[in-house]
């Protein structure tokens, strides 16, 4: 079956330590995106890719880093300079133009530091 | 970064009554999706409209497309308790430019009391 999968879906960190988070897709998707979501609020964007190799910067991509190497998986790092980084972490995905047919999300990552 | 905003913002309701919800934009919509978010999981797409004034059901729920383009509905008729979660309208922007991202509402929180 095709679909997105994030992995952990509970982490615990220590402060100060950095921390990744997995995505894999395999749906043939050229766009991946990562979401912090906080309770009470919606979602807000980190980094997005487009294509192998290439990344942007989201709304609030500050202590947070990224990598596209495969099409298939966008890692998400959370660094020990993100100053409150515990949150509910979402992966997506999607065609190049998702205007018509959305994003496919993966289950999400609750991360909590310790 | 640019909302959308939905209202109401949360809802508490009985079993068996019918729920109303809407999303609002400043600038027009060429399509508009709407996803439901159990707790503790990913959004998932429930509805999508493509012209303006399109009325679409799925099971339960009917979604409309405004006729100004710059809203949308949401309608569920006969909550039951596994209605409850986030609903978030979401669409690509008009003239999105080159990074094709779409715009998530501020999203509703729907509680059902059995």
């Known amino acids: 079956d095709g679909g997105i999968t994030q992995s952990p879906k509970y982490l615990f960190r220590k402060e100060g330590q950095n921390v990744t988070l997995s995505c894999e897709q395999n749906?043939?998707?050229?766009?991946m995106y990562w979401y912090r979501q906080d309770p009470g609020q919606g979602l807000r964007l980190i980094y997005y890719?487009?294509?192998?190799?290439?990344?942007q910067k989201g709304d609030i991509a500050e202590g947070y880093s990224v990598s596209r190497e495969k099409k298939e998986s966008f890692p998400l790092t959370v660094t020990s300079a993100q100053k409150n980084p515990t949150a509910f972490y979402l992966c997506?995905?999607?065609?190049?133009?998702?205007?018509?047919?959305?994003?496919?999300f993966g289950s999400g990552t609750r991360l909590t530091v310790v | 970064g640019q909302q959308l905003n939905q209202s109401p913002q949360s809802m508490f309701i009985q079993e068996g009554e019918d729920v109303s919800m809407n999303c609002t934009s400043s600038?027009?919509?060429?399509?508009w999706l709407w996803y439901k978010q159990d707790p503790g999981e990913g959004p998932v797409l429930l509805i999508a409209?493509?012209?303006?004034?399109e009325l679409t059901s799925n099971g339960r729920l009917t979604a409309q497309f405004g006729i100004t383009r710059k809203d949308s509905f949401l309608n569920i008729s006969a909550s039951i308790p596994s209605d409850v979660g986030i609903y978030f309208c979401?669409?690509?922007?008009?003239?999105?430019?080159?990074?094709?991202?779409?715009?998530f509402g501020t999203g509703t929180l729907l509680a059902v009391q059995p």
């Open positions: 890719s487009q294509i192998v190799n290439d990344f």
């Open positions: 749906l043939n998707h050229d766009a």
């Open positions: 979401a669409g690509p922007p008009r003239g999105g430019g080159a990074t094709n991202k779409l715009i």
């Open positions: 600038s027009i919509f060429n399509t």
């Open positions: 409209l493509y012209k303006a004034g």
């Open positions: 997506a995905s999607s065609i190049l133009y998702p205007g018509d047919y959305g994003y496919t």
